[in-house]
């Protein structure tokens, strides 16, 4: 929205500072985390009233969460308004890559909120039928991919084929043409991201501070993949037009640390379905869109580590009548090993940052 003051540079030479995607993502991450700060009391006051008695705790948790009974859930909502308004008046909207991947976070984020919606009102922790959100996401996540897929195979700049390839680190010219069928690949990923964050987010600040180190890491990919020079010289994929997603990826860390000052131990409010599956959905369209889509397995590997412990938590029991885990997804299994809540959110916390590190590494190993 504020990007038109460029055309006002050669009268006021500072609006010239709106040109630089730079600028603009640090403006981006301020803005959100002021709107989050400046608004978090009121919607934690007023989701506090509504909810009455909270998020649903699950019965056959660790027992040291009956003491969060009564916190308020949907706190995604603080997130999303943080990202949207931040992203509205710093992001150019004229970019498609910037209108997808805020159709994922929204429509993602109705989506989680409608499920929290039903677990609130109902006291279970059983939500929006399995079946029928999935069936969303991937709708939602295949339009964003077909039309991300247009735009990269209308510049035409480093192939005809890129916007329906799937490329692979460490090799600079291996590329796997999906042809049509990339939509469903990346339809996949997306809806992959958002579940996985959405499976992590079970314990105070776990979830949040992983899709910041996520998005610092996805914000440096997409302005060096939005970059010819930057591209060519690190010889990964140019992709015109992504570097202005490096702006949304601000807002998330803004946004992030905003609410990380409500979330905190003991947590105040909770993200809920509403925040995690948005920000995941947010991360894998970037993936998608940067084409860093195995990338980010690796740079998300937490993630990946909770959705595999319940998938393979899932398969064993159903096939063996055993347990692998004590509890699924992973960081209950540890709590329930004796770890306090803390040691296992930053040690897990460490491991995503040394993960992120792993994933940038691939930038220059080619």
């Not at 630089?20 to 934690?44: C, D, E, N, Q």
């Not at 991947?101 to 993602?108: A, E, M, R, Y």
């Not at 690190?234 to 570097?243: A, E, S």
């Amino acid at each position: 929205m504020l990007l038109w003051l460029v055309e006002l540079a050669d009268r006021v030479q500072i609006f010239n500072l709106f040109r630089y995607i730079t600028f603009r993502t640090g403006a981006a991450l301020f803005t959100s985390a002021t709107i989050v700060f400046l608004f978090g009391p009121a919607i934690i006051a007023s989701l506090r009233v509504r909810q009455g008695k909270g998020q649903p705790i699950r019965a056959d948790g660790p027992q040291t969460h009956f003491k969060k009974a009564g916190t308020p859930t949907m706190g995604g909502i603080m997130i999303l308004a943080g990202i949207v308004g931040s992203s509205l008046l710093w992001a150019d909207l004229s970019n498609i890559y910037v209108v997808a991947t805020l159709l994922v976070t929204l429509g993602f984020g109705a989506i989680g909120f409608y499920d929290d919606y039903l677990k609130v009102t109902k006291q279970t922790d059983k939500g929006f039928s399995g079946k029928a959100r999935l069936g969303l996401e991937f709708i939602i996540a295949g339009i964003a991919t077909f039309f991300m897929m247009r735009a990269a195979l209308s510049t035409g700049v480093t192939g005809s084929t890129l916007g329906s390839s799937v490329a692979f680190p460490f090799f600079k010219d291996l590329l796997l043409n999906l042809g049509i069928f990339f939509v469903l690949f990346g339809g996949f990923v997306i809806v992959a991201a958002g579940n996985a964050v959405n499976l992590t987010d079970g314990l105070d600040g776990l979830a949040t501070v992983p899709v910041m180190i996520s998005a610092a890491s996805f914000g440096v990919i997409a302005y060096l993949a939005g970059n010819a020079v930057f591209a060519n010289y690190l010889q990964i994929h140019f992709v015109p037009g992504t570097g202005e997603l490096a702006v949304i990826l601000g807002a998330v860390i803004g946004a992030g640390l905003g609410f990380l000052w409500f979330n905190a131990p003991p947590a105040a409010i909770f993200m809920g379905d509403t925040g995690s599956l948005a920000l995941g959905g947010l991360i894998g369209t970037v993936a998608v869109a940067t084409k860093h889509e195995i990338v980010m397995a690796i740079i998300g590997g937490l993630f990946v580590m909770e959705t595999l412990s319940v998938i393979i938590q899932v398969a064993s029991f159903k096939l063996t009548g055993k347990r692998v885990f004590l509890m699924a997804p992973i960081h209950h299994h540890f709590e329930k090993k004796g770890w306090t809540e803390s040691q296992v959110v930053i040690r897990f916390w460490i491991i995503a940052v040394i993960l992120a590190l792993v994933g940038l590494s691939t930038l220059k190993l080619r």
